[in-house]
């Protein structure tokens, strides 16, 4: 069962980013709008992995729908993206709150102290740990996009050597 986010990002690449920038409540309604859902059945019917090629085709044109939006409303989500994570880490620097870093040590050490259970098999796998390891490793993508970076221009810099590998030009 792959994550909803990575099965949306490969259907409705901009519906994906703008999930996970500040107007992500705007992704959520092109979503419920388009498959006429809650966003909790979205999420089910989209990690259940048994999505219909009706499904499909209302997931691809909700993208249509959030970029011409976007482009009206002159967003950038991406931009918007990381301005959001600037503001966060600038709001740390003047602060100096020691809350985030403890948080951001606590999700590390749990996140890998599971792991480590898990493979040396000190803790009996169920569903509530794997629902918990699901959860910390989310939240440690986003403390490392946080101190260290997104990996948005990585996947920029491969999707223009793949482009120039088959001979087209990149996104």
Do not use: C
């Amino acid at each position: 069962m792959a994550d909803w986010i990575d099965t949306i990002e490969k259907l409705a690449p901009t519906v994906a980013t703008a999930l996970g920038s500040p107007v992500a409540g705007m992704a959520v309604g092109a979503l419920e709008s388009a498959l006429g859902m809650s966003a909790q059945d979205v999420k089910a019917t989209v990690e259940s992995g048994k999505l219909t090629a009706d499904q499909v085709a209302a997931i691809q044109q909700s993208e249509l729908a959030i970029k011409a939006k976007a482009q009206e409303l002159g967003l950038d989500f991406e931009k918007l993206a990381v301005e959001d994570r600037t503001s966060a880490r600038n709001m740390q620097m003047n602060v100096k709150s020691w809350v985030p870093p403890f948080l951001a040590l606590s999700v590390t050490v749990g996140f890998f102290g599971i792991l480590v259970g898990m493979m040396t098999q000190k803790f009996a796998t169920s569903d509530a740990l794997m629902l918990m390891l699901g959860s910390l490793g989310t939240a440690w993508t986003g403390i490392i996009a946080f101190y260290f970076g997104s990996s948005a221009g990585s996947q920029a810099k491969d999707e223009a050597i793949h482009a120039k590998l088959n001979g087209g030009e990149p996104k």
